[in-house]
């Protein structure tokens, strides 16, 4: 495994198809972007963020592994001003899900097919995915990972031009597959108990949020149905 990298990290590094052009959006220390370049996983990369000092130091960190050639820096908000030519990779990873929206609805080229989109949404997973399929994209898979011991999932998506509808439970679950190991069995378990705990409180504020509830709970018996209601 790469140096410098984090469970997050090396999940997106393991998960990244081999590509032309990767442009890591909030690049950070640039560990990440700097491995996938080194492994040979991408032939060129972007390094991205809003702030000039992370860039700062994706830079020094490419120059200690003399990557300088093959890597742009670029201190700009999410994708802004980067050109989709040969952009075959674009994780965003580390953000709230809204902020990786945000980030996916303000570039001109998000619909541009041959893109596979690498995403590790820190908060409001279920609304990211609910966007992406309502905006032609498929979730093609979805591995999860434990950092800080927090478990984290991570997404590839890619455009299709095709919408489509899911049921709530998979808005909160997407394609993760609990039995595929230990971290996605800790995801959905972790889902199904915070969906149960709001359920629970929506019950306690009177019969209006009754309806709500049972939506909530009925996705939680989807997600995890051995967890205790």
């Not at 060129?44 to 300088?68: C, F, T, V, W, Y």
């Not at 952009?87 to 965003?92: G, P």
């Not at 570039?107 to 820190?122: D, V, Y």
């Amino acid at each position: 495994m790469p140096q410098n990298l984090d469970p997050r990290l090396a999940l997106l590094f393991e998960m990244t198809p081999a590509c032309h052009t990767a442009a890591d959006i909030g690049t950070d220390h640039g560990y990440l972007i700097c491995a996938l370049v080194e492994q040979g996983k991408a032939q060129h990369g972007i390094a991205a963020d809003i702030n000039p000092m992370p860039l700062k130091k994706a830079r020094q960190e490419a120059a200690s592994r003399g990557l300088n050639q093959q890597l742009d820096f670029r201190l700009t908000d999410g994708l802004s001003g980067i050109p989709p030519e040969n952009l075959e990779a674009v994780v965003i990873a580390g953000m709230g899900g809204e902020t990786i929206i945000h980030i996916m609805e303000s570039w001109p080229h998000t619909k541009q097919t041959g893109i596979a989109w690498l995403l590790q949404p820190m908060t409001k997973a279920e609304r990211l995915r609910n966007w992406l399929w309502q905006n032609g994209f498929v979730i093609r898979r979805e591995r999860c990972c434990t950092a800080a011991g927090r478990v984290y999932s991570v997404m590839e998506a890619a455009y299709t031009g095709e919408a489509s509808l899911h049921p709530l439970w998979e808005h909160y679950l997407g394609a993760v597959r609990p039995e595929e190991d230990e971290h996605c069995r800790r995801y959905a378990q972790r889902l199904g108990t915070e969906l149960r705990k709001i359920a629970a409180g929506l019950r306690s504020t009177g019969a209006a949020a009754i309806p709500r509830a049972e939506e909530l709970e009925a996705a939680a018996e989807q997600i995890c149905p051995t967890l205790p209601k």
